[in-house]
């Protein structure tokens, strides 16, 4: 059974930071593309990031773009998320997943974490 938790998230400033952490367990982390997705009240789930298996590719939204970066370290099974000027906008709750190949659809994902809420106020 493949296990996914996020850490790290919290209440920052606009222009803070603020790095998510998703840590796999059940199977090796490099099995999967890690995803991270977020959902603010009253909206649909959306797409963030993404970052392949062996770490070589990510692909972002539009929205973050330039401002966050994913990552991870495989020999610890843990996916990261380093968000950087953050704004408003970004406050939701964020959910890492995993999927078996590089999707933005939340249904291409198999396995979600709870989520980590993240605020950041004006």
């Known amino acids: 059974q493949v296990q996914l938790v996020e850490s790290g998230g919290g209440l920052a400033q606009a222009g803070g930071s603020l790095r998510l952490s998703c840590e796999v367990s059940?199977?090796?982390?490099?099995?999967?593309?890690m995803g991270w997705f977020r959902q603010a009240p009253g909206k649909e789930r959306e797409f963030v990031a993404y970052?392949?298996?062996?770490?070589?590719?990510?692909y972002y939204a539009y929205s973050v773009k330039d401002r966050f970066i994913a990552s991870r370290d495989n020999a610890k099974n843990t996916a990261f998320l380093q968000m950087n000027s953050l704004k408003p906008e970004d406050t939701a709750t964020y959910y890492c997943a995993a999927a078996l190949l590089s999707r933005t659809s939340p249904n291409e994902y198999i396995y979600w974490g709870r989520g980590t809420q993240v605020t950041v106020s004006s």
């Open positions: 059940g199977r090796p982390a490099s099995t999967y593309v």
């Open positions: 970052i392949t298996g062996g770490g070589r590719t990510s």
